[in-house]
């Protein structure tokens, strides 16, 4: 069995290996405010801090000024933790993952899925094993109150 551990860390030092849908980011930014709440951690590689899922709640947690962002942490290269690729005739590896972000030649968005092999041998997705944490803006926020956020184009 894979295991995790929930940590709080800076915005700034996640690193993003797919860009973001526009359309997606607004949506989740609607609902997150709507909420006042982050209900779940974002997936992310212990090692290197690369967001394995959790890209589009990261940018609305960066818009919103939070200083914090929950995250839940993996072994990325754990035997585990499989690759999935959207477009089947391409290969796409852990450390193909690895360098998009940190040299910030992202991958389109939802070009990856991350997929976590149960006790029983099945591949779920890696969003199954992310803390849920129903977590207020106010507590992740600078001091204690979100800022005004900043326009999004």
């Not at 995790?4 to 526009?22: G, Q, Y």
Request: net charge neutral; charged share 35%.
């Amino acid at each position: 069995m894979i295991s995790t551990r929930l940590e709080f860390v800076r915005p700034s030092e996640l690193w993003e290996h797919e860009e973001v849908d526009p359309g997606r980011l607004q949506e989740t930014l609607r609902i997150i405010k709507e909420e006042g709440v982050l209900k779940r951690s974002l997936a992310v590689d212990s090692r290197t801090l690369v967001v394995l899922d959790g890209v589009h709640r990261l940018n609305v947690l960066r818009r919103l000024r939070c200083m914090r962002v929950p995250v839940c942490l993996f072994d990325y290269m754990s035997e585990e933790i499989v690759v999935r690729v959207a477009d089947r005739k391409k290969m796409i590896s852990k450390e193909d993952v690895i360098d998009a972000a940190l040299s910030g030649r992202k991958f389109p968005p939802r070009t990856t899925w991350h997929m976590v092999r149960t006790d029983d041998g099945v591949l779920k997705h890696i969003s199954c094993m992310e803390k849920e944490i129903r977590s207020p803006l106010i507590t992740l926020s600078a001091e204690g109150a979100i800022q005004p956020e900043r326009e999004m184009t």
